[in-house]
């Protein structure tokens, strides 16, 4: 107690600066431990237990609660950069694979710009395109029986080569490339923008105005609203193929002149202005409305 009352003590290992300031007295229950100093605090009014602040006196030793500081900043920055790489990678996983269930997601605005930028194509010399009102009754959207009225029609056409009923065709659409071969000939080879991701391609082959031909229809999520719209010759020449939107495209009918594309308000009238090829060799020709094989 002596030695608490004076603040003298009895072997110090630590050196000792002399100076005029006297120095700071000591509280009952102030300790001096090893390392560390005990200081009272600035209000003399304090508590006993709270008067005494530990400190650490060496120079050398960075404070501890500076230490949690920058220790917790650079673990809140560390779970924020991984959180951002797993949501990266899964973005990117989302976007290769088509994302989203049943088509919920929305392409990326790069391929959907891209797919609006794809310029239509038309063979003058062969077919002509009138585009006009719609006069007759609206026609329902049904995407899975959009090819039901031509006389050979397949509805699902995907990676796996598909036999089309009635011809020697085969068809398959892969990696957004559309193919048919006759025999084990490709016929056609065709690529659809990276949208037309989500559903396998439509068929239909029929003939009108004496020339067979062969179209194919295939669509984009709901959330992008876009139609692919293809027609060929039985031997393999394009047609007619362009990027239409949903309101563009709700049923397609073949005519005795040509193929009408219906729309929500307007109707897309392909007439074949001559014979553009022979009848094909893989399938007797048939009639528009003629029964399936």
């Known amino acids: 107690m002596e030695y608490i009352r004076t603040g003298l003590r009895p ?10 300031k006297p120095r700071a007295r000591l509280y009952e229950n102030e300790s001096r431990t090893r390392r560390c100093w005990v200081r009272p605090t600035s209000c003399r009014y304090a508590h006993p237990s709270a008067r005494c602040t530990p400190m650490e006196y060496s120079p050398w ?15 809140k920055a560390y779970d924020i950069a991984i959180t951002c790489v797993f949501l990266c990678l899964g973005l990117i996983g989302c976007d290769y694979i088509g994302g989203g269930v049943a088509g919920a997601s929305s392409d990326p605005p790069w391929q959907v710009k891209a797919a609006k930028r794809y310029v239509e194509s038309v063979a003058t010399n062969e077919i002509s395109v009138v585009l006009s009102p719609l006069k007759e009754e609206q026609p329902p959207q049904l995407f899975e029986e959009i ?3 031509f006389p050979i029609h397949e509805g699902h056409i995907d990676a796996e080569w598909t036999p089309v009923i009635g011809t020697c065709f085969n068809a398959r659409y892969r990696e957004h490339r559309f193919e048919l071969r006759e025999d084990n000939t490709v016929i056609i080879s065709d690529t659809l923008p990276k949208i037309f991701n989500m559903h396998p391609v439509r068929l239909g082959i029929g003939t009108v105005a004496s020339t067979p031909v ?12 876009l139609y692919f719209v293809g027609l060929y010759t039985a031997k393999g020449s394009p047609l007619y193929r362009a990027v239409l939107g949903a309101g563009q495209v709700w049923d397609i009918q073949p005519s005795d002149t040509g ?29 528009v409305g003629s029964p399936d094989p």
């Not at 030793?61 to 673990?75: A, D, E, H, K, S």
């Open 11 to 20: 072997h110090d290992p630590l050196p000792r600066i002399t100076s005029a």
């Open 61 to 75: 030793v960075v404070p501890r609660t500076l230490t949690f500081g920058i220790r917790n900043i650079i673990m």
């Open 147 to 149: 090819m039901d009225k």
């Open 214 to 225: 062969i179209m194919i229809v295939n669509k984009s999520r709901s959330s992008t609203g």
């Open 259 to 287: 193929i009408n594309i219906l729309g929500h308000s307007e109707i897309r009238s392909i007439s074949i202005k001559q014979q553009a090829e022979q009848a094909g060799p893989g399938y007797p020709p048939q009639g």
